[in-house]
């Protein structure tokens, strides 16, 4: 065989020799053994469900109105001399400060002839009681032992005498009450709305001067659905101290909450709306010491009421219940179907009155499909077992 011959074979031979080692190898390799996977459920979150004394917080909305709003009207007439300087809308006064002062000199004319009429009176009833003095000597020498006749003894005429005394003290004290009207003041502090009066302007019993509330407290109220009424305790005619409240509301940016009281439920369900109103009482609410603004009627205002007591339930998510009774939980691996007894329900949590135990594994994830005793998979156990198998694998 020549060398051109022997180098031709050689690439060939080479070929079929490494066709046949491939060969072989395949026919020695051993398959991989299959294991077979369990099937595996979604992931869902989890919660544990705890037992806990919870206090019960009815949330609403009100408006702020006034206690006290008064028309300051005039009892006299007269024209105003003075008109206190803080009454301007805004303003500020003092209880029994004068607002207006109407021009008294009529008053004290007036004043002066009831002081006159009542002196008048009294030497009349003293001159009468003088005369029935001497009558009553001049019938005793007349009629010795006789008993004197009213008439002669001048009874009626100082009945009429003593009439008259009464008479001009009642007019004594009309006077001097409108010289004291002259002066048109509150008996409590207050804040002015607003005002239609000015000094020079001649004034009525029918002019209204102006319109003012009172500082001292505002009432909010909150309309509730009449089932809200069950978890809180209104005070009754009785009396009773009502449970305290939260009133907020949002200023520039900034929240300020203000303390109060539930003090009464008006007397009749809103016809349009059927909700109830119950009213909140806030004392102070122009104080502006402690940094938030005044509490002026007409704000519109979120109020948390403070109400009972829920013992031994279970708080969840709202989101958690599911179908209006049922609940799911985590349950070796499976998911159960629970039906449970709602106490309340708001817009966070509910309250579970029973359904569920203590350190129960309450689902709160959204499944699309669901049956009881489904399989699946508690995300924090799966966290556990993804980092186990990371460190397996390294």
Do not use: C
């Not at 011959?5 to 070929?15: A, F, S």
């Not at 037992?51 to 006290?68: K, L, N, S």
């Not at 005619?237 to 909450?257: I, L, M, Y």
């Amino acid at each position: 065989m020549s060398n051109t011959t022997l180098k031709g074979l050689i690439p060939l031979i080479v070929l079929v020799l490494g066709i046949a080692a491939a060969a072989w190898l395949v026919s020695a390799r051993q398959a991989p053994e299959r294991t077979e996977r369990p099937p595996l459920g979604p992931l869902v979150e989890v919660m544990p469900a705890q037992i806990a004394d919870v206090p019960v917080v009815v949330a609403g909305h009100g408006e702020v109105v006034a206690r006290v709003a008064v028309d300051v009207v005039p009892q006299v007439a007269g024209r105003v001399v003075k008109v206190h300087r803080s009454l301007v809308a805004g303003g500020f006064f003092r209880a029994n400060e004068a607002l207006v002062v109407i021009d008294p000199r009529d008053y004290e004319l007036a004043l002066e002839r009831a002081q006159a009429s009542v002196a008048r009176a009294q030497v009349s009833i003293q001159r009468e009681r003088a005369e029935a003095v001497v009558a009553r000597e001049e019938w005793d020498e007349l009629h010795p032992g006789e008993e004197a006749p009213g008439l002669v003894v001048r009874e009626p005429q100082i009945r009429q005498a003593e009439a008259e005394l009464a008479a001009a003290n009642a007019d004594l004290a009309s006077a001097q009450l409108n010289l004291e009207r002259t002066h048109v003041s509150l008996p409590f502090d207050g804040v002015v709305v607003s005002e239609s009066v000015d000094v020079g302007q001649f004034v009525g019993s029918t002019n209204r001067l102006a319109r003012v509330y009172g500082t001292e407290v505002v009432d909010v109220r909150v309309p509730l659905d009449s089932r809200e009424l069950a978890w809180f305790d209104v005070p009754s005619r009785n009396g009773g101290e009502g449970p305290r409240a939260d009133v907020s509301v949002t200023f520039g940016g900034s929240r300020s909450t203000w303390e109060g009281r539930v003090t009464r439920m008006e007397a009749q369900v809103d016809q349009t709306s059927r909700m109830v109103h119950v009213v909140v009482e806030v004392e102070d609410p122009y104080n502006t010491s402690e940094g938030h603004p005044a509490l002026l009627p007409g704000t519109f205002v979120d109020v948390r009421i403070h109400g009972k007591t829920l013992e031994n339930v279970v708080p969840i998510p709202r989101f958690a219940v599911r179908e209006g009774d049922q609940v799911w939980v985590f349950e070796d691996g499976k998911l159960a179907v629970r039906r449970v007894q709602i106490l309340r329900s708001d817009r966070h949590q509910t309250l579970v009155a029973s359904g569920i135990d203590a350190d129960d594994l309450v689902i709160v994830s959204s499944l699309d499909a669901v049956t009881d005793g489904m399989v699946v998979r508690n995300t924090a156990v799966q966290e556990v077992l993804d980092i186990t198998a990371t460190g397996s694998d390294a």
